[in-house]
């Protein structure tokens, strides 16, 4: 509950728990709230067990985090029920990327009717860094209606 309170932190509310309420008070200041989170923590667990009991023998291992979407997928997640960590260690992207390049290079290769013309060059493949040549004036007529 006080994890993110640092030593610093808790000496700065004692003294300020102490000039507000004074030595006198603060014994009793400090039983009220603690009896007032125990209240409260019996209530939570009530309204949990009732919840449990409601829901049915079906449900016994429910827990209320699990109504966290974080918390619900990575608990199924975590599992591994449907053998995701097989999957995904064999899989290897690079591997899997290179096979394709390779396989798009092998079929560049050949010849084909399409690369004869200017553009590729002399080993069947296209060079990207060359600007394509100029096709004219091959653009569609203007239709005003269209647009």
Avoid: C, W, Y
């Avoid at 829901?55 to 029920?81: A, Q, V």
């Avoid at 960590?85 to 992207?93: A, S, T, V, W, Y």
């Avoid at 396989?103 to 010849?111: K, L, R, W, Y």
Wanted: hydrophobic share 35%.
């Amino acid at each position: 509950m006080f994890n993110d309170i640092g030593p610093l932190e808790l000496v700065t509310i004692v003294v300020l728990a102490v000039l507000v309420f004074g030595p006198d008070k603060l014994p009793k200041v400090i039983q009220d709230v603690m009896r007032t989170i125990r209240k409260i923590r019996e209530f939570s667990e009530s309204a949990k067990d009732d919840i449990r009991q409601e829901l049915g023998p079906e449900f016994k291992d429910f827990e209320l985090e699990d109504l966290n979407p974080k918390t619900f997928i990575r608990k199924h997640l975590d599992s591994d029920e449907l053998g995701l960590k097989e999957i995904r260690n064999g899989f290897d992207l690079k591997k899997e990327m290179a096979e394709v390049t390779d396989a798009v290079h092998s079929s560049d290769t050949g010849p084909s009717p399409s690369s004869s013309g200017s553009g590729s060059s002399g080993s069947g493949r296209i060079d990207m860094t060359k600007k394509p040549d100029d096709p004219g004036n091959d653009r569609p007529p203007f239709d005003a209606d269209a647009t």
